[in-house]
């Protein structure tokens, strides 16, 4: 169920019996690394995408490379001249009769084939150009011919400025195909291992050109040849179960309509999805996220069977090491993934026990993706006549029958068979502790667990830390040193979520946030402090007293995706790799990242310190 003792000497002992055992390792952790990296990036994306789209033509224009040549009167008459061109068009559009009967007969799939076309159908196009040139003017047209080139790059900018298009669906596009053109070169890894592993002799070494050029084949193609090469022709039938194969194989074509067709619908992906031809796929944060899970769980997967089949009996430490992943993932709502890692948790479990614990563990992912009438059916229809107390519990509660099921957890807590650890960490136990009613039974964990590592002192220590390092951003940015001042700043809104949490640690358990760590909550990640500052409402949520002029200002949404931003600065900062994986094309951060960066930092410690003041009783 949770809290199991781990035997460290006999699971490094059994990682270490092939030979492939730290390069499976490393793969197992990094498989679920790279796309929570991606998951990371999707509300960044949306915060940064926003900023830029709410800035206004003139300041887009002005932001150009011609504008540091051209004098500011200069470009003023420029902006007048595409005002007034913009309004010859409007009128010429306005006064432009369209034929709606060119559209008659027309099916979906013609309009997206020839958009064009269509449009030269509707409307005399050389007419329209005409309009425009004669409300131009001669002076106009004058000025617009006598352009020199960066007066025409800086007009240019202002009039696309002015009619801009939303970038996040085609950065989220982006991340969506980023993710699912991880699994390929995964596949080709793993397949080249089993190949090796099967017949060491037949090769010089990993490196041969015979073994790459005969994975490489087995691999060409969609995951339907994947699956067959894995599971068909190198034996890991385990993969047949734990991996969706269908599901990949529809994120697979939906990577192909985005890279092959700018993400735009067609009727070979209307058979397969039933997505609207002409429609735009992923161009939604919830798309990008939902196939970001899809793929960590697939890849964890992959990696999870090909692990077994080489090393016999490693996938009992597998399904242990899952529950982390597993757990975060579902307190992240992160349903899918999680619903893939307690497969694979099912897949590799020993004992009925453990079967019945990952079994728990999924009916929780599939109740958050649909809700608890999903998965109503199987859980009535599940036997637990033979299995320990626990489990008929656990049938209660997913049943949300939960006076049955408190009045066993009473039982179960007086015969020590569940304990403070379980009470406060496993999922399974999230809903009714949020309802508070587990209230009176974590009033006592409280009792007994409170952290000793929360003193007075440090909680203080945490406050001043969290202003010091604010401080150290603006001289690290007077220095000009950008980059360090977005981890000064970084560090200083750790610090003051950390203190926040130390002084709501009753409260932070009460939601069921609290995770118990050695040293609770100094050891904490920031991206667990961010989650659960979120969760508990810490966060503003409003924009309203930031100046204007900030470049926060222009973060739509909750201050808790802009601190996404925030995080995200630090991370490429402190984490040399993630800067060069993810962010190559960035020559450095500089003085409009730490700008926005500063302004989020300085609206949540101004907040979170209000907030502190006021629980500390104003003083």
């Known amino acids: 169920m949770a809290d199991r003792p781990i035997d460290l000497n006999a699971g490094f002992a059994k990682v270490l019996e092939s030979g492939r055992g730290s390069e499976m390792a490393v793969r197992l952790r990094q498989s679920l690394e790279l796309t929570d990296g991606l998951w990371e990036l999707v509300p960044v994306v949306v915060a940064a995408t926003k900023a830029h789209e709410q800035r206004s033509p003139v300041q887009v224009a002005d932001s150009s490379p011609a504008a540091n040549v051209l004098a500011g009167e200069r470009r003023a008459l420029l902006r007048k001249v595409g005002d007034a061109l913009s309004e010859a068009m409007a009128t010429a559009i306005g006064e432009q009769p369209t034929d709606d009967s060119a559209l008659t007969g ?60 939303p970038r996040a669906p085609a950065l989220l596009r982006a991340v969506f195909a980023t993710a699912v053109a991880t699994v390929e070169p995964l596949v080709t890894r793993m397949v080249l291992l089993l190949l090796y592993e099967a017949a060491p002799d037949a090769y010089t070494s990993l490196a041969d050109p015979e073994l790459d050029n005969k994975a490489r084949s087995l691999c060409y193609g969609s995951p339907a040849k994947w699956r067959k090469a894995l599971v068909d022709t190198l034996g890991v039938s385990v993969l047949a179960d734990i991996v969706d194969w269908d599901g990949l194989g529809l994120l697979w074509e939906a990577r192909n309509v985005i890279a092959h067709r700018g993400g735009l619908v067609d009727a070979r992906y209307h058979e397969k999805s039933s997505a609207e031809i002409g429609s735009v ?148 136990f999230d809903r009714v502790r949020q309802a ?140 040399p790799g993630k800067y060069a994986l993810e962010a190559p094309w960035l020559a450095a951060l500089g003085q409009d990242e730490y700008t926005i960066v500063y302004a989020v930092t300085r609206r949540v410690i101004d907040h979170l310190y209000a907030a502190l003041t006021g629980l500390d009783g104003g003083t």
């Open 436 to 575: 508070g009613l587990l209230s009176d039974l974590l009033d006592a964990v409280d009792n007994t667990a409170t952290p000793d590592a929360i003193t007075e002192e440090r909680y203080r220590k945490l406050t001043d830390l969290a202003v010091e390092r604010v401080r150290d951003a603006e001289t690290c940015a007077d220095a000009g040193c950008y980059a360090a001042a977005c981890v000064m700043a970084g560090a200083g809104i750790e610090a003051a979520i950390m203190a926040h949490a130390c002084h709501s640690a009753a409260e932070v358990r009460a939601a069921g946030r609290w995770r118990e760590t050695r040293s609770a909550p100094f050891d904490w990640s920031l991206e667990h402090l961010i989650q659960i500052a979120v969760a508990m409402n810490w966060l503003p949520a409003t924009r309203t007293s930031i100046p204007n002029e900030e470049a926060v200002e222009k973060l739509a949404g909750e201050v808790g995706d802009a601190v996404r931003f925030v995080q995200y600065a630090r991370n490429l900062v402190v984490h």
């Open 106 to 165: 027309l099916t979906a799939a013609e309009i997206t084939a020839d958009p064009f076309g269509i449009s030269d159908r509707l409307m005399d196009t050389a007419a329209y150009v005409a309009r425009v040139l004669s409300g131009l003017g001669a002076d106009l047209m004058a000025q617009l011919g006598a352009m020199s080139v960066d007066e025409a790059s800086y007009l240019a900018a202002y009039l696309q400025a002015a009619d801009q298009q």
């Open 281 to 428: 796929i992923a161009s939604e944060p919830e798309s990008a996220c939902a196939a970001i899970d899809e793929i960590g769980a697939a890849r964890f997967a992959i990696v999870a069977g090909v692990w077994d089949h080489l090393t016999r009996g490693i996938g009992a430490q597998i399904a242990d090491s899952a529950c982390i992943p597993l757990w975060n993932s579902l307190r992240a709502g992160r349903w899918r993934q999680a619903n893939g890692l307690a497969k694979v948790e099912e897949a590799f479990a020993q004992d009925s026990e453990a079967i019945a614990t990952a079994r728990v563990h999924r009916w929780l992912a599939v109740e958050q993706g649909y809700g608890p009438e999903a998965i109503r059916d199987a859980v009535g229809a599940w036997d637990v006549t033979a299995l320990p107390a626990t489990f008929q519990m656990a049938r209660h509660l997913l049943l949300h029958q939960d006076g049955k099921a408190l009045a066993i957890l009473h039982q179960l807590i007086a015969d020590g068979i569940v304990g403070p650890a379980e009470l406060s960490s496993w999922p399974l």
